[in-house]
Nanobody, 116 residues
């Protein structure tokens, strides 16, 4: 079955860190798929958080997360990561990974809640 499965979300205090993972199954994304993380807060549109190229070079970030979030990928493990540091309440959202290439695939999302 072709799918993306996110994990690693949860409840964290402001200033804390989380590492999200997105594992691809049923297909190989190495060298073919651009991977990205998106998020959607309640009542807001889904927004792009970070993108990484097929080789893992040249990551890009939304201004709101620059310097705090880091996207990376392990093509051998078919997995993309999002390291989130210095988390703020405004980072609270459902986080989705997306694969763009021969097809477009979305994961089911993982909830991140930043609250004291």
């Amino acid at each position: 079955q072709v799918q993306l499965v996110e994990s690693g979300g949860g409840l964290v205090q402001p200033g804390g860190s989380l590492r999200l993972s997105c594992a691809a199954s049923g297909f190989t994304f190495s060298g073919i798929y651009i991977m990205s993380w998106h998020r959607q807060a309640p009542g807001k549109e889904r927004e792009l958080v970070a993108t990484i190229s097929t080789s893992g070079s040249s990551p890009t970030y939304a201004d709101s997360v620059k310097g705090r979030f880091t996207i990376s990928r392990d093509n051998a493990k078919n997995t993309v990561y999002l390291q989130m540091n210095s988390l703020k309440p405004d980072d609270t959202a459902v986080y989705y990974c997306k694969a763009t290439g021969l097809r477009v695939l979305w994961g089911q999302g993982t909830q991140v809640t930043v609250s004291s």
